[in-house]
Structures are given as C-alpha cells and as structure tokens.
C-alpha cells in the first residue's frame, strides 16, 4: 500500500517501492491531472516493451492520464545520458498549455534530480538552463 510521505505545496513524496502500477497512483489522486516525476510505471514500461503505441508529449509518455517525467523508461530516446530535469525543463518551456489546471506531482524519492524535475513541473521553481544535465 503506498502512501503519501511528505506534501510540499502540490508535490507528493509517496513511499518508495519497486514497482508501482498506474492504478495504484491514481487511486491516490482519482480527481487530479497527476505529473510523475523520476520514476518508472511497470505497466507503461511493459507497453513501452511491447512496442505499443504510446502517446508522448515532447519526451514525456502520457499513460492512463499521467504524464511521466522521467528518464528510466525503457526507450531508444531515454539510452542516452539524459536526467529528468532536462524533460521537466523541455516540457515547461515546450508545452506551458498542459500547466494551466490545477494538477499535483508525484515523486517516489528525494534525490537531486527527482526534486529538481518535480519543483520545475510545480511551477515552483522557474525553468533555468543552469539545472541541465
Ligand atoms: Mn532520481
């Protein structure tokens, strides 16, 4: 069972596990637009190996209604030396229209980039080149 660990504005730190499916994010937030920030879905990473199609926004997978920030997906596009910040940047600076409702990000870990991404996503911190990988 996950739970929520931490809320700092519409950031959630939720529990740290191995895996995660996108229904158990959800059942957390049912009524909200939900950014993940730094970590893996396994249901989005089996489609993802499966080679079905997935709708992307810039380099981010849209999966049940979620949009994934993060570099771990098990894609061609993610096999170069990339950090979740540098999607959360390309992703503010590309798509401001997907920020103008209310939505929360969720986290799983409190490490450099996963807060960095997350702060970025939440409109919290401005997006600056000076963060990119
Ligand atoms: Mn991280």
């Not at 190996?49 to 993610?78: G, R, T, Y």
């Not at 990339?82 to 999607?87: A, C, D, E, K, P």
């Amino acid at each position: 069972m996950i739970k929520i660990e931490q809320q700092y504005e519409n950031i959630y730190l939720i529990s740290e596990k191995t895996r995660y499916e996108a229904r158990e994010i959800k059942s957390l937030f049912p009524d909200n637009k939900i950014f993940i920030c730094d970590f893996a879905l396994s249901d989005l990473n089996t489609a993802i190996l499966n080679d079905a199609e997935v709708e992307k926004i810039d380099q981010c997978f849209v999966w049940q209604d979620m949009i994934c920030v993060d570099h771990h997906a098990p894609h061609e596009s993610m096999s170069k030396k990339i950090s979740s910040v540098n999607l959360a940047y390309d992703l503010r600076i590309n798509h401001p229209e997907i920020f103008a409702d209310d939505f929360v990000v969720v986290i799983n870990h409190a490490d450099t980039d996963s807060l960095l991404s997350a702060l970025m996503i939440a409109g919290i911190f401005e997006p600056d080149q000076k963060w990119l990988f």
